[in-house]
């Protein structure tokens, strides 16, 4: 497995931005999809968005237009930018690799709140 370190969570008022970063500690993510999960209290791990290795992208209905997912593979780092942040947004992040099994990060909380 790869270990995944996720940065950029936080407090931000509805309406707001923030950008989450993820990266992986060995050179072995080219060829592999990654992406970012998000789990709110009492509901299910929900795929947020994630991107190929060609840099092809796929988002949930709900954050399509509001996030951007972007990949460095030399830096073996991928980002999502969070755009017109709602209070549902509000969840746990989590980064994953589609090794196999998959790799997970430790999880970033995200609040979105007035």
């Known amino acids: 497995q790869v270990q995944l370190v996720e940065s950029g969570g936080g407090l931000v008022q509805p309406g707001g931005s923030l950008r989450l970063s993820c990266a992986a500690s060995?050179?072995?993510?080219?060829?592999?999809?990654m992406g970012w999960y998000r789990q709110a209290p009492g509901q299910q791990r929900e795929l947020v968005a994630y991107?190929?290795?060609?840099?092809?992208?796929n988002y949930a209905d709900s954050v399509r237009g509001r996030f951007t997912i972007t990949r460095d593979n030399a830096k073996m780092t991928i980002d999502l930018q969070m755009n017109s942040l709602k209070s549902e947004d509000t969840a746990v992040y989590y980064c994953?690799?589609?090794?196999?099994?998959?790799?997970w990060g430790q999880g970033t909380q995200v609040t979105v709140s007035s």
């Open positions: 994953y690799i589609n090794t196999f099994p998959i790799s």
């Open positions: 060995r050179s072995r993510v080219s060829g592999l999809n």
């Open positions: 991107i190929t290795n060609a840099g092809r992208t």
